[in-house]
């Protein structure tokens, strides 16, 4: 993990796309080293019918939602998101100065009570590295 979803208004689809947004979102995670590389997945989404602020059809938002595993301390889930929103204010610097914004980065914890999980992306895995949420095969009914 983490699982980094991107949420914004479609009139921003070239700058979100065009100025890659999800690369470099990615690419933040990747070079935090906090994370294993096989468990960063990002996704960005156009949202189509919306309305933003006073309604004007120039405005837009974009939303980061960043979920990761749960008990890392404060220090380190406000060292990942500032790292990923400092990504991501770099990649929207210039839309800032073209267009009304509303930006947001949140970085939340997925319920290791109900967080489950089946996946073979890791080539191999350190049998120390800890696993945080059940694996699917674990769960007993």
């Not at 770099?90 to 970085?107: I, S």
Request: net charge neutral.
């Amino acid at each position: 993990m983490p699982h980094i979803q991107i949420e914004y208004t479609a009139n921003l689809e070239g700058a979100v796309v065009g100025g890659g947004l999800v690369e470099a979102i990615h690419q933040a995670a990747v070079d935090s080293g906090i994370f294993p590389v096989w468990g960063i997945r990002t996704v960005a989404r156009a949202v189509s019918h919306y309305r933003v602020g006073n309604g004007d059809t120039g405005n837009g938002f974009v939303q980061v939602g960043v979920r990761i595993a749960p008990g890392r301390n404060l220090a380190l889930r406000q060292r990942i998101a500032q790292e990923l929103f400092s990504a991501f204010r770099q990649v929207m610097a210039g839309l800032f100065k073209t267009h009304r914004l509303g930006c947001q980065l949140e970085v939340t914890e997925f319920d290791a009570d109900v967080c489950l999980y089946q996946n073979n992306l890791a080539a191999s895995r350190d049998a120390a590295e800890p696993l945080v949420c059940r694996p699917v095969q674990e769960v007993v009914a």
